[in-house]
DNA sequence: CTGTCGAGTGTTATCGATACCATAATGTCG
DNA sequence: CGACATTATGGTATCGATAACACTCGACAG
């Protein structure tokens, strides 16, 4: 048992939780620090040698490398921030998914956080973010407070915007006109011969994900020639399974003679059906029912959801391999891009003009 | 424009992504980076007018406080690491949320991680995550590597388990015991006089709180003289609805007479229900079917479902209270406390004697 | 009038790894 | 066989903030 270097007073237990350095386990190879760096780093100079004792000596002392210190004197944080609405809603967490998966084996790790679809929140989060040194920086949606450009512009690192297909982007993009999907779906309901439209959307401007497709489905609307769509407001977004259930209500009150629905999310277009059936109506016998966004729950439930297929999972890829891209080739070239992603109308039960199977 | 100390030939445009440093504000402000330093935190002693002058000049240079660098010398990095089995299945994201809410003026930043329910999967996060040096790591369920046990220990830092109530904690738990919970639901389903019970799970013991699950259900099975329960196991953890759908079918088709059918989650309860109704099959007429985890689409969806309402939320942000508790009075008293989290038996629809409503 | 106190601020030495450059040892080729 | 790559390694400065301690200056007690 050698005790010749401790360094004042302190414990020296044998596995204690002793913050243990590279220098140290240099000490105990014999190898300088630098060695032990280079050994951690699979493009270094190390003799195979030389790194298996290092190696061993990291196991046998139970060494862990100290990225924060790492990432101070190398200037990479090793640190991917993404900004979504939510976690809770399966749609953003497929995408979160796909970023982490994106990132695997490039030793960048995903720093998360949700903004409750605030833009206040999302600038404090960025703020927090940015704090962190980001290498790289994916947003959802195109509203950011002027704060939150300006920091992201001074920050230098390449920014993803997702989910949307913003008027004025700020780097690279990754997502969809919402509204145009909407309106493809008006335009597919339609041409099965539906003529009284009405929508389910959440309140205010906040979710502007949601206010594109209310405007899409507008405007689809009135190109027809169908008149102006008849539309509830119904709650904050996200609208939940329950509010839609009640923003039917209100809809089929005001408008009884409704023939389709079309709803925000399939959350909300799920609860509307639900209590449809509760009430005895049929879905879609009596009233027409579809969605946005295909989740899980819209294949499966009974009767299945018609809705606008997504690709959320690979925004979330696409999202960070730009982002890889943009770091690889750092050489200022900024070549911003828009990536367009596909979106696809789902026809299923709920709109089935003839009897579901 | 006063160029008087330009580092070397670079770049020096007006509002540029340079990395402005604390040193630079304080120059600028004509104060020392100590009192930079300060004025960026609560505690610290600046008067009101220099902290003032400080942040009106970090507000016009752009400036950003680097907490890498700060995490570096103060030996705090801000993080508190958690480790949840999926992001994409709510009752885990809700544990996100609560400990992430729990943290919210905190000053400290949620890490999070992914484990697909696989221990080697859990190792490698773990190590990645103490590569930063958190200040507290949250877990679900107790089963580790040897390995993650090790580096936990000599970590030293406090370590919450949460989900379950392992056999050999690490440190802290909050949670329940999944078997007590499942066996409570098939002790109040068996007094509605329901006799030939059917369980619906994933294979293996990948998913620990899934076999506990299970077994809570054998237990209770025989404990109540009802024979061995007629168990499927359907899939790798976690089963999805679809798999759900597919599990019924088998547990029908080789124990047709099966009473009422209990689901390792409400998402395969769910998935199993569409599939009775799309055969035709009247639930609760035919068949009564349960859930576990009381998901939102079980109260809203028809029939709705039976199932054990755990308080997800709850376990996140007690979990996150427990690790701040133990960072304050961190003198040494570590302890380690056993939390035990509610759950209910909610009896809904699916498991109706009379007819649903 | 001297000594003590405390608020406000500055100076210096790190924190733990890595960039950068230097050096020793081993080829390699005309 | 000498000049020159190439590989493996070490030494030192440094990344940007903060801990720890020192210092200044006015207030105030004795």
């Known amino acids: 048992m050698k005790n010749e270097d401790q360094p004042k007073d302190k414990r020296l237990k044998p596995g ?8 140290e386990v240099a000490k105990y190879v014999g ?3 630098m060695t032990v760096s280079r050994a951690f780093r699979q493009d270094a100079s190390v003799s195979e040698e030389t790194r298996k004792r290092i190696m061993e000596a990291v196991d046998a002392l139970g060494y862990v490398l100290d990225l924060s210190a790492g990432s101070l004197s190398s200037r990479r944080s ?6 979504v609405p939510s976690i809770n809603n399966s749609n953003f967490s497929d995408t979160a ?3 982490t998966d994106a990132l695997e084996n490039t030793g960048l790790q995903l720093l998360l956080g949700y903004t409750d679809y605030a833009a206040e929140k999302e600038e404090e989060l960025i703020e927090a973010m940015l704090r962190r040194r980001p290498e790289g920086i994916i947003l959802t949606g195109g509203s950011h407070t002027a704060r939150a450009r300006r920091m992201l512009a001074k920050a230098g ?3 993803v915007e997702t989910w949307e297909l913003p008027e004025d982007p700020i780097n690279h993009v990754v997502g969809f006109s919402n509204s145009e999907a909407m309106a493809l779906l008006v335009r597919a309901l339609a041409s099965q011969g539906y003529q009284k439209f009405g929508y389910i959307g959440g309140t205010t401007a906040r979710d502007t994900r949601g206010s594109q497709r209310r405007s899409g489905f507008q405007k689809a609307v009135e190109e027809l020639g169908l008149g102006p769509g008849r539309m509830i407001s119904f709650g904050v977004p996200p609208i939940t399974m329950e509010q839609g259930g009640q923003a039917i209500v209100s809809l089929l009150e005001r408008w009884p ?5 079309l709803c925000v999310s399939d959350l909300s277009a799920f609860g509307a059906i639900m209590e449809c059936k509760r009430r005895g109506m049929k879905v879609p016998g009596d009233i027409a029912i579809a969605g946005f966004g295909d989740y ?3 294949s499966i439930c009974h009767p299945s959801i018609t809705t606008i297929n997504v690709d959320c999972y690979g925004i979330g890829r696409q999202a960070a391999a730009r982002l890889l891209d943009a770091l690889q080739g750092s050489g200022e070239a900024t070549g911003d891009e828009i990536i367009l992603t596909g979106y696809r109308v789902v026809l299923r039960e709920s709109t089935g003009r003839s009897a579901a199977r």
């Open 16 to 23: 204690d939780a002793q913050k243990l350095t590279m220098a």
């Open 296 to 298: 899980e729950i819209s």
């Open 257 to 261: 003679d409704t023939e389709v629905v």
């Open 78 to 83: 090793g640190f991917i921030a993404a900004l």
């Open 157 to 159: 690192i390449p920014v």
């Open 97 to 99: 998914r796909g970023i």
């Open 31 to 33: 190898v300088s620090a």
